[in-house]
């Protein structure tokens, strides 16, 4: 029964609802044994500039790359604290991976669930990664501060088996790091380059990047995306009860 579950999870691709369909097993075995085989995985992820404002025939930015892995049970939330405090970026804004062709997203947060009130169709940042049925040469799409509307490529370069537990970690670099924001005297008449002097010093991001990854109030009990249409009915129904949502509702 594990085998089967790996085989239709890796090759075919099959979410846990198709393959404990398919099987006529529970979703909670099906979830308990990709679980169990992928959570000790680790993954490695080579991240390339796309610029701002993506469009689909945009090539990596030449001579910079950052490379980093991470552990199968990392959220993507997690995977985008990794990427922030590597580019030694202001972790504050929303943002949207892309991974075959799907929307995952954290939107805005406010108080105990996430407004979606804009796009269709997308999922929640919360997922680990060992259950996005990755493999090696996968390519996702990571868009990050819709002001500034940074896009990152990344692929998956490997995966492993975690017989360490020092992740996440910096493994590869290349370039000077890059502007966030437009700098006050950036002169529009040159090159459209987005490096700044300083080099990576991958030691001292090392160190640090551990600490730099937080348990965030969305990754708790939170709801994500309630339309906005129906923010307005669940903050009536909260006033006349006079009491928070609670969890499950």
């Given at each position: 029964?594990?085998?089967?579950?790996?085989?239709?999870?890796?090759?075919?691709?099959?979410?846990?609802?198709?393959?404990?369909?398919?099987?006529?097993?529970?979703?909670?075995?099906?979830?308990?044994?990709?679980?169990?085989?992928?959570?000790?995985?680790?993954y490695k992820f080579r991240i390339e500039y796309l610029g701002q404002g993506h469009t689909n025939n945009a090539a990596p930015m030449e001579g910079w790359f950052r490379?980093?892995?991470?552990?199968?049970?990392?959220?993507?939330?997690?995977?985008?604290?990794?990427?922030?405090?590597?580019?030694?970026?202001?972790?504050?804004?929303?943002?949207?991976?892309?991974?075959?062709?799907?929307?995952?997203?954290?939107?805005?947060?406010?108080?105990?669930?996430?407004?979606?009130?804009?796009?269709?169709?997308?999922?929640?940042?919360?997922?680990?990664?060992?259950?996005?049925?990755?493999?090696?040469?996968?390519?996702?799409?990571?868009?990050?501060?819709?002001?500034?509307?940074?896009?990152?490529?990344?692929?998956?370069?490997?995966?492993?088996?975690?017989?360490?537990?020092?992740?996440?970690?910096?493994?590869?670099?290349?370039?000077?790091?890059?502007?966030?924001?437009?700098?006050?005297?950036?002169?529009?008449?040159?090159?459209?380059?987005?490096?700044?002097?300083?080099?990576?010093?991958?030691?001292?991001?090392?160190?640090?990047?551990?600490?730099?990854?937080?348990?965030?109030?969305?990754?708790?009990?939170?709801?994500?995306?309630?339309?906005?249409?129906?923010?307005?009915?669940?903050?009536?129904?909260?006033?006349?009860?006079?009491?928070?949502?609670?969890?499950?509702?």
């Amino acid at each position: 029964m594990r085998d089967q579950i790996k085989y239709l999870s890796l090759s075919q691709k099959l979410t846990a609802c198709q393959i404990a369909k398919q099987l006529h097993v529970s979703k909670k075995l099906v979830l308990k044994t990709l679980k169990d085989e992928n959570s000790c995985l680790r993954y490695k992820f080579r991240i390339e500039y796309l610029g701002q404002g993506h469009t689909n025939n945009a090539a990596p930015m030449e001579g910079w790359f950052r490379e980093i892995q991470l552990e199968g049970d990392m959220t993507l939330n997690g995977l985008n604290d990794c990427i922030q405090h590597v580019l030694g970026w202001d972790n504050t804004h929303c943002y949207i991976f892309t991974v075959h062709e799907k929307h995952y997203a954290y939107l805005c947060e406010e108080d105990d669930f996430t407004v979606e009130d804009v796009f269709e169709n997308h999922c929640s940042t919360k997922i680990p990664l060992y259950l996005l049925n990755l493999c090696e040469n996968d390519r996702l799409i990571f868009n990050s501060d819709f002001g500034e509307d940074h896009f990152f490529l990344l692929t998956v370069s490997a995966i492993e088996s975690a017989n360490e537990s020092v992740f996440p970690r910096v493994t590869g670099a290349r370039g000077k790091d890059l502007f966030q924001y437009e700098p006050p005297d950036y002169d529009e008449e040159a090159p459209c380059s987005r490096a700044e002097n300083a080099e990576l010093d991958i030691d001292k991001v090392n160190s640090t990047l551990a600490t730099a990854l937080t348990i965030r109030r969305y990754d708790i009990w939170t709801i994500d995306f309630i339309v906005g249409k129906d923010k307005d009915t669940l903050e009536q129904w909260r006033k006349s009860k006079d009491r928070p949502l609670e969890v499950g509702l």
